[in-house]
């Protein structure tokens, strides 16, 4: 996101300063697994259909620019029980919004692709959607931002936000002071540590598994000619993608949200700094319970696992906003393990949030609106 901001307001003519704690791209985030999933279908809510479809536009603009492929069109393929809430929301978005999709009844879904559903399943495909290559989209990021004037400086921790005064400030780990006509966070899990008060102990920091399975020779050819899938499971929101060779050779799938998986260890919330970044025996069993119910040609051993970490809101949305006590910093955080894809948007929303001061955030992704909206949830 921090990438993608100074692309945006560079492209203004602002002159924009990164600074990185790691390198770019790094495993310490939740943009680690070389590949994420881009969707219009949203169950998550149907505002974010016209944000993601403005990305897609970008990123396919931008792959065009730098001549190297950022985006995969694949389509989606989505699953779930005919009656299933999330499922149908999805459903709807795309009807509201005119995505183009194709309702799939379960025998023929059998027939077309390496799924074991129920009979009381249905499938929802849509054309549009795919993967992205996250570090060639990194890099396309960073070469026009760079391009346009703007300056990166990695492996520099911060270690303060200064508020107030004649311009806020940004201290750096080595004592430095960078101060700026505005700042701008995009510090992913470092943002409750960076501003503790903003949203205290609504912004959690969740951790995630990856894993890259090693199926059988026979099945890797139906597995690679998939599209990339989701399935509202009722032991949770699982997702993968096509078999390849995307950084790691093999299927990858993860398990986004829990449902009727032990929500209480599933989504403790953790600190980044001290927990574990090594994939445990408990952390594959759901997905290995998911593959044998749902997808057994995606059986085989376990050939990588990634850790990465998630920090999200109450209602899951995004928070990109002003500071409430300086509005001259911009926060844009909280993406809850379904932001990269928004990435040029995002970098869009913040650019005007800096350079028109009667620019107002979008109301799902207000500071009040989480504050408001985790008060109800308290009582």
């Avoid at 989209?137 to 520099?156: N, T």
């Avoid at 050779?249 to 929500?263: I, N, Q, S």
């Avoid at 919330?269 to 759901?286: F, G, S």
Wanted: charged share 25%; aromatic share 8%; glycine share 8%.
């Amino acid at each position: 996101m921090g990438l993608a901001t100074a692309w945006a307001l560079a492209r203004h003519g602002m002159a924009a300063t990164v600074v990185e704690r790691h390198a770019t791209p790094h495993e310490h985030g939740s943009h680690s697994g070389f590949t994420r999933v881009i969707r219009q279908a949203y169950h998550e809510g149907e505002h974010y259909v016209p944000l993601v479809k403005e990305a897609q536009a970008e990123y396919e603009a931008l792959q065009d620019r730098v001549g190297e492929s950022l985006l995969v069109r694949t389509g989606l393929l989505e699953l779930g029980p005919r009656d299933d809430a999330e499922f149908l929301a999805s459903i709807e978005a795309c009807r509201r919004h005119g995505v183009e999709h194709e309702i799939v009844e379960a025998d023929e879904a059998r027939r077309r692709w390496p799924f074991e559903i129920p009979e009381d399943w249905q499938a929802s495909l849509t054309p549009s959607g795919g993967y992205l290559r996250v570090v060639s989209c990194l890099a396309a990021f960073a070469h026009e931002a760079r391009s346009a004037g703007a300056i990166v400086r990695e492996h520099e921790g911060v270690r303060e936000i200064v508020l107030g005064g004649s311009s806020p400030a940004v201290v750096l780990e080595s004592g430095e002071r960078l101060e700026a006509d505005r700042v701008v966070i995009t510090a992913g899990v470092g943002l409750p540590d960076l501003l503790p008060e903003l949203l205290p102990a609504r912004l959690v920091r969740l951790r995630r598994v990856l894993g890259w399975t090693r199926p059988d020779a026979a099945r890797i050819a139906a597995l690679r000619n998939m599209p990339v899938w989701a399935a509202f499971h009722p032991l949770g929101f699982f997702y993968g993608f096509p078999y390849g060779d995307e950084g790691i050779t093999g299927l990858k799938l993860a398990l986004h949200a829990a449902r009727e998986l032990d929500a209480s260890a599933f989504d403790a919330p953790v600190d980044p700094r001290t927990a574990d970044r090594a994939a445990r025996a408990e952390d594959l069993e759901p997905l290995e319970d998911f593959l044998e119910q749902v997808m057994p040609a995606g059986r085989g051993p376990w050939a990588a696992q990634r850790v990465c970490f998630y920090t999200c809101t109450p209602s899951w949305d995004f928070v990109v906003d002003r500071h409430p006590d300086d509005a001259r910093v911009v926060i844009a955080g909280g993406f809850s393990g379904h932001g990269f894809k928004f990435a040029p948007t995002i970098g869009r929303l913040v650019a005007e949030l800096v350079l028109d001061e009667q620019a107002a955030p979008l109301q799902p992704f207000s500071v009040a609106r989480h504050w408001a909206q985790a008060l109800v949830r308290n009582r």
